[in-house]
């Protein structure tokens, strides 16, 4: 069975920064798209940031500039650099990954890990 797990969460102010981590464990396949989503109180959860296995990126509009997704395929991991945070960043950030198994990618998740952004 997969497993997603993230590290890196906690409460900063704003302007400050973490570092999100999430490494996939299990796993025996490769790894197409690894990325981060996020959730807050009373909203649908979002993207925030993917990169492919090759390196491409893409990020929301919202965190362009602020925030850097990276990921070490050697270790299954991917990070994200998060800056100049504000309290509209607040929410629970999810890690997915996109794991080809018989040939077709599923997504997997992580079970999520909070960021809050005092003002």
């Known amino acids: 069975q997969v497993q997603l797990v993230e590290s890196g969460g906690g409460l900063v102010q704003a302007g400050g920064s973490l570092r999100l981590s999430c490494s996939a464990s299990r796993i025996s396949n490769s790894i197409n798209t690894m990325g981060w989503y996020r959730q807050a109180p009373g909203r649908q959860r979002e993207l925030v940031a993917t990169i492919t296995s090759g390196g491409r990126t893409n990020y929301a509009d919202s965190v362009k500039g602020r925030f850097t997704i990276s990921r070490d395929n050697a270790k299954n991991t991917v990070y994200l650099q998060m800056n100049s945070l504000k309290p509209e960043d607040t929410a629970v950030y999810y890690c997915?990954?996109?794991?080809?198994?018989?040939?077709?990618?599923?997504?997997?998740w992580g079970r999520g890990t909070q960021v809050t952004v005092s003002s």
């Open positions: 997915n990954a996109d794991v080809v198994l018989t040939g077709i990618p599923y997504p997997f």
